[in-house]
């Protein structure tokens, strides 16, 4: 009698379909649950006498173990089938590009200048960061005893007497290495990091960027450094920009002059950007002084030309109205990310 349940159940479950969970569930309690068939059978096995038990036990253990394959089998399908109805992914979605980060600001703004003035012909020059006092003071006709060479103001790697060795406080020592190296005609460019001794604020930093320039030539005249510079200017902030020259003091031009231009923000009416005057100082700029041309085997009476140089974290400062310095340096995602469409 219970055998014959058994067989009949063996082949029962073998052909059972479900594609449910839910069904799957009902079966395992139809057969396994506390008042299932197997805990029935098992019942009835305890009055299955000695001479049948083992062969009842084995049939028993058979039905358990069908019973058990099939729910496994039951529910791997419908996780199969469920996986299939997931919604498929759209091979023609455009791919998530990869982020690739921003252009700093200086980056952007030094390229924009290296750019304009390659449209006048310049070329861009570049000398190192550790120099010597020859290249950054005296051949650029810094007396002795002129305050620059100062340590509060300058870092000395190494001194002594005849040539000190410092990290360069300006990129005017480009224009000496060139004129060494090149014969005049020179239109150049030179931009790089310059070092002073200074501290650390939103409007000074002992770490900051410059470009130097220099044309030398023939018959070249303080208009024709007007003209180069208004031109630069007017690339640079819009063909409104207007500039004005202020008579200034460097050791290598003569005469010198400090540039502004009309406020970026105002248009020369006014504001706090340029704290009510209009202007906006830009660079420095001058004839370049005889001496200097003679330190660097340049003949003062056959050669003439003028030089100028700017900040490049302050040209960026006026363009992206930028508002501490420390902040071209800190690396904060925030604030370069702000630039990514800069070039
Ligand atoms: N070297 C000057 C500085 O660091 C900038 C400068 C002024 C450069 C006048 C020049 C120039 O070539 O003619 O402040």
């Not at 139809?30 to 049948?52: S, T």
């Not at 300006?170 to 070092?195: C, D, L, N, W, Y």
């Not at 005249?221 to 920009?241: I, N, P």
Request: charged content about 25%; some cysteine.
């Amino acid at each position: 009698m219970i055998k014959d349940i058994i067989t009949k159940s063996i082949e029962e479950v073998k052909q059972i379909q479900a594609s449910t969970a839910e069904d799957i569930e009902k079966i395992r309690i139809r057969y396994l649950g506390k008042k299932g068939l197997m805990n029935d059978l098992f019942a009835q096995f305890k009055e299955v006498p000695n001479e049948h038990r083992k062969e009842i036990g084995i049939l028993l253990n058979e039905l358990k173990g069908t019973i058990q394959s099939k729910l496994e089998e039951l529910k791997d399908k419908t996780t199969a089938v469920s996986d299939n109805n997931k919604p498929q992914e759209d091979l023609t979605k455009p791919a998530n590009l990869l982020s690739l980060g921003s252009i700093h600001p200086l980056t952007a703004v030094r390229k924009e200048i290296i750019d304009i003035f390659s449209r006048l012909g310049f070329t861009v020059e570049e000398g190192p960061e550790i120099e010597d006092d020859w290249h950054v003071f005296s051949a650029l006709n810094f007396p002795q005893e002129h305050p620059a060479r100062d340590m509060q103001d300058t870092f000395f790697i190494e001194t002594n007497k005849e040539n000190n060795v410092l990290l360069r406080t300006h990129t005017s020592s480009v224009q000496v290495r060139t004129m060494e190296k090149q014969k005049p005609p020179i239109r150049m460019i030179a931009p790089g990091r310059v070092f002073r001794n200074e501290a650390i604020s939103a409007r000074a930093h002992c770490m900051f960027h410059q470009v130097e320039g220099l044309y030398i030539d023939k018959n070249i005249s303080f208009a024709d450094l007007k003209q180069t510079l208004l031109y630069f200017v007017k690339e640079m902030f819009g063909s409104d920009t207007q500039i004005r020259l202020r008579p200034s003091y460097f050791p290598f031009t003569e005469p010198s002059a400090e540039m502004d231009i009309s406020c970026t923000i105002c248009k020369g009416t006014g504001c706090n950007i340029c704290k009510g005057t209009g202007w906006l100082e830009i660079l420095g700029c001058g004839m370049v002084d005889p001496n200097v041309l003679e330190a660097s085997g340049i003949d003062s009476n056959v050669y003439s030309g003028f030089a100028f140089g700017m900040g490049i974290e302050r040209i960026a400062m006026l363009k992206y109205d930028v508002k501490d310095l420390r902040q071209y340096f800190e690396n904060d995602i925030r604030f370069l990310n702000q630039f990514s469409s800069a070039l």
